[in-house]
Structure formats: C-alpha cells, structure tokens
Antibody
Framework: EVRLLESGGGLTQPGGSLRLSCVAS????????MTWVRQAPGKGLEWVSSLSGRGEATYFADSPKGRFTMSRDNSKNTLYLQMNSLRTEDTAVYYCAKGRRVGATLWFDLWGQGTLVTVSS | QSVLTQPPSVSAAPGRKVTISCSGSSSNIGNNYVSWYQQFPGTAPKLLIF???KRPSGFPDRFSGSKSGTSATLDITGLQTGDEADYYC???????????FGGGTHLTVL
C-alpha cells in the first residue's frame, strides 16, 4: 500500500522545539521531492518547505525560514521537519506530501493524514 | 492574503455545474502548471487535477480543469452532495521560489 505516515506532533510552549517525521511506504522514496504543508485551524493550506530527492536542494516559505530545518533519510524512507523557536502562529496540522515536478511546477499527489502541532503557553 | 485568489464559497443545486476560479500572475499561474486539491472536513487534501487539466485515476470526468493566461478554472458538472468539500488551487511561484495555494473555496451542494 502506498502511504505516508506522519508523527511527532504535540503540544509545546512558545520558543519550544518539535521534530516531525514522515515515513513513506510503497514508493521509491528517493525519486521524489518531499514537502511539508500546514493548515492552521479553520484556515487554508500553507506550503512550508520542500526537499529534493537526494536532499541537495531545499526550499522554505518565509515564515519558518531560519527556524525550521528539513531533512530526509532515504535509507529509512523517512522525511523530517525540525521545528525550533516555535510560535503560536505555527499551530497547525502538518501534512507530509509527495511531490511531482515538471519544470518549475510542483504538485502533490500523495498526502499523509497529518499531525497536529499546538504551540501554546 | 494568499498569492492565488479563489472565491471563498460557491454553491449550486445537485445535477448542476459549478465553476471555481483561481487567479494569479505571470510569476505563478502564467508560467507554470496548476493543480487542484479536494479536502473534506477533518481529512487530508487529495490531488484532483494536475498539469492544468489532467485527472488522477479515481476521479470521474465530471471534474475538469483549464488554464488561460494567469487564471485557472475548476469545473464540476453533474453535482452530487458528496462533492461538498473545500477546493484549493496550487502552483509554483517563480519570483518567490515557493509553492503557493489559493485560499480555498467551499462548495455547497444545495
């Protein structure tokens, strides 16, 4: 079965850290750009970051840039998002998504079920 | 404020057709493919349209996409109550070097 499974979400205080993981199964993981997309409660989708198949290129949205780090371990089919200096506005469901690329265009053809990150004092 | 502009909501009766628009600029829609996603409450988004007008297996041809200039459109014909969901457009923005989404459109099937 082709699937993505996120974990690592939870409650943390402002300024805290969390590390999200996403394990892929049923896909040739290192062939694909992997991405994190988040969705704040009651809000729309917000792209967070993308990482190329071999990990040589990373792209980040402005908001988490400098605070979040994305990495992958292709031997474990696992994607990570290290989130530091968390803010209340980082509260969201974080989705892992498998990306497909044509030219500059990137779209997401497989999504995980999401993991909830809550930043609150 | 989203880079891509969608109407917050649309509605139509069962069996009718609805169109959801997505407006951008030359740095995004104008020079890149558009994708569309369907999301039901409490669930993950699902790819509905990619490369402007292609459908993944599993979605009926009642769903179709198109692009013209800096705008894209999602058409849903033969509306069913099960189509009630949020719909998002997305693409890549060359100026931002970022993936961008519309704010989402909630479809109500009356």
């Amino acid at each position: 079965e082709v699937r993505l499974l996120e974990s690592g979400g939870g409650l943390t205080q402002p300024g805290g850290s969390l590390r999200l993981s996403c394990v892929a199964s049923g896909v040739t993981f290192n062939n694909y750009v992997m991405t994190w997309v988040r969705q704040a409660p009651g809000k729309g989708l917000e792209w967070v970051s993308s990482l190329s198949g071999r990990g040589e290129a990373t792209y980040f949205a402005d908001s988490p840039k400098g605070r979040f780090t994305m990495s992958r371990d292709n031997s474990k089919n696992t994607l990570y998002l290290q989130m530091n200096s968390l803010r209340t506005e980082d509260t969201a469901v974080y989705y892992c998504a498998k990306g497909r690329r044509v030219g500059a265009t990137l779209w997401f053809d497989l999504w995980g079920q999401g993991t909830l990150v809550t930043v609150s004092s | 404020q989203s880079v891509l502009t969608q109407p917050p909501s649309v509605s139509a009766a069962p069996g009718r057709k609805v169109t959801i628009s997505c407006s951008g600029s030359s740095s995004n829609i104008g020079n890149n493919y558009v994708s569309w996603y369907q999301q039901f409450p409490g669930t993950a988004p699902k790819l509905l349209i990619f490369e402007n007008n292609k459908r993944p297996s599993g979605f009926p041809d009642r769903f179709s996409g198109s692009k013209s200039g800096t705008s894209a459109t999602l058409d849903i014909t033969g509306l069913q109550t099960g189509d009630e969901a949020d719909y998002y457009c997305g693409t890549w923005d060359n100026s931002l070097s970022a993936a961008v989404f519309g704010g989402g459109t909630h479809l109500t099937v009356l």
